[in-house]
């Protein structure tokens, strides 16, 4: 069954710059880059086949997602599909390159010699576009998002890797746009701190931000929401499940943030469940529904293995759930007062 395009009435909303993209459940592509655990190429085609066939229309990913691997597999999943019945986010800011004595990864990708070095010169940015745009096998992206930049990840470097980001990368992704070959520009990022940053000083249309505008948490999100609304910013909310805490069907997951989760973080996750299953709730579904009623969100971007995984997906975007479901997590203080819900 083909996944509805049509967001729940709550979070009606034009989403700014990106209104013409049209799915509410969009693919995450790292876990098609080995992300965690290694998947064949048939395997991870196939699934990214299947979601295109259930009505899924953008496709997210990143070079750094398996070095190349999952642009790669996106590609060759989507290379023989009209360019124009999907949509494709991807992200410049990493150069990907050979590197034989590479055997294994901090960083959680299963894929042995190839490394990634942070560039966000005005040149790596444009070598890394055109790299992506032939492992995905097109001659444009709609979405163009530049990636990780911010203290979480650069930690002292990050004035200098901010200037830089200011001076030479967004301009170049600007460049690119004006000249066709990408429709929209933004950041894709994990913390609202640079978002906040980088919104008052550079024109974006765009934020992808992954965990913290989740059911689970939205303490760090609610300046940047506030400030996308305003200025027309429309954000994809990806990490829904944040590492997988809430997309468990038999309980909270043991990661979160990409690392194991601390004993109270656990915990604050079985009330999610305890809670939903009074009213018979899938947590889950409530996981990937709970954004699209925010007016700043234009999809959730969940990420996604395999064909039981998106068949998983979009039946839970799809899942009636009553609200008095909302209401009992408003009353066990689970949500923010003033969030909206479907």
Known sequence: ????????????????????????????????????????DAAAIASIAHAWQCGIRHFDTAPYYGYGLSESRLGAALGDMPRTSYSLSTKVGRLIEDDAQQKSHRDGFIVDGHRARFDYSRGGVLRSFEASLQRLRTDHIDVLLLHDIGALTHGEH??????????????????????????????????EAICLEVMPRFALDVIMLAGRYTLFEQRHSQAVMAQAQARGVAVLAAGPYNSGLLGNAQGPGTFYN????????????????????????????AALQFPLAHPAVASVVCGLRSIAEVDQAAARIRAPIPADAWRALREAGLLLDGMPTP
């Open 1 to 40: 069954m083909a996944v509805s395009t049509t967001k729940p009435e709550a979070g009606k909303a034009s989403a700014g710059p990106i209104a013409w993209l049209a799915s509410q459940l969009s693919f995450g592509g790292a876990p098609v880059g080995n992300l965690y655990e290694s998947v064949d």
């Open 158 to 191: 990050h004035a200098a890797i901010l200037r830089q980001a200011l001076d030479e990368a967004l301009p170049a992704m600007a460049e690119l746009r004006a000249q066709g070959a990408c429709k929209a520009i933004g950041i894709g990022v994990n913390e």
């Open 258 to 285: 990409y690392a194991p989760a601390d004993a109270a973080t656990v915990a604050r996750a079985q009330r999610f469940y305890d809670v939903l299953a009074r009213s018979h709730t899938d947590v889950g579904a």
